[in-house]
């Protein structure tokens, strides 16, 4: 079975700096899809990012980025330009590219993003 | 547009009591998921479905009970609440399928004494 582990449970950067939250993953498969979501103090979870394995290309969105290391299997978010609204809990999650649309997702445990000023 | 929406946000059960939890979506999400939430255990899956007349059982089933008879409608049934089910619970449902492109409720904050 897949794990994702996220091993800092609590991050704290300063407005305007950047940040990185680390993720790394066990699988035996070569073909799956990563995920970051966000979880604000509303508790409504928002997909921030995807990453496709297959593609070397890591996946950007705004100020959110990956570092993707499939070898290493890890998949860091780098969040620049921190901003007050990005404090939250940050979840990574896994899931595989096989078992078509019933593939299910697997989550860390959260990293909670303090932003200071 | 008011995408998942799930009642109530806060319940508080004595053991032994059953409720249902509720979840709507009006995306036309054929697919629709329940999780809950637990302090440093992330999300589990508890059940699932692909769509309407179709459920399956995810990580943790157990205790829970759920039935899909209308595309925007997936309820979660506590059948005999136990302090063990206390968590916040999260109702999910995608176009894409049942891990991609998530779009999730509020959560419901359910305490068992």
């Known amino acids: 079975a897949q794990t994702v582990t996220q091993s800092q449970p609590e991050m704290s950067v300063q407005e305007a700096e950047t940040v990185t939250l680390s993720c790394t993953y066990d699988?035996?498969?070569?073909?799956?899809?990563l995920f970051w979501y966000k979880q604000p103090p509303s508790r409504q979870m928002i997909l921030v990012i995807r990453?496709?394995?297959?593609?070397?290309q890591n996946a950007t969105e705004n100020r959110f980025s990956v570092n993707f290391q499939k070898a290493a299997k890890s998949f860091s978010l780098k969040i620049s330009d921190s901003q007050l609204g990005d404090a939250a809990m940050y979840f990574c999650?896994?899931?595989?590219?096989?078992?078509?649309?019933?593939?299910?997702?697997?989550f860390g445990t959260g990293t909670r993003l303090q932003v200071t000023l | 547009n008011a995408g998942v929406t799930q009642t109530p946000k806060f319940q508080v059960l004595k053991t032994g009591q059953s409720m249902t939890l509720q979840c709507a979506q009006d995306?036309?999400?054929?697919?629709m998921s329940w999780y809950r939430q637990d302090p440093g255990m992330g999300l589990r899956l508890i059940h699932y479905s692909v769509g309407a007349g179709i459920t399956d059982q995810g990580e943790v089933p157990n205790g829970y009970n759920v039935s899909r008879s209308t595309t925007e409608d997936f309820p979660l049934r506590l059948l005999s609440a136990a302090p063990s089910q206390t968590s916040v619970y999260f109702c999910?449902?995608?176009?894409?399928?049942?891990?991609?492109?998530?779009?999730f409720g509020s959560g419901t904050q359910l305490s068992v004494l």
């Open positions: 995306m036309n999400h054929e697919y």
């Open positions: 699988t035996s498969e070569s073909d799956y899809y």
């Open positions: 999910a449902s995608s176009k894409q399928g049942i891990g991609e492109k998530l779009f």
């Open positions: 990453q496709e394995a297959y593609k070397q």
């Open positions: 999650a896994y899931r595989s590219a096989y078992s078509g649309t019933a593939s299910k997702l697997t």
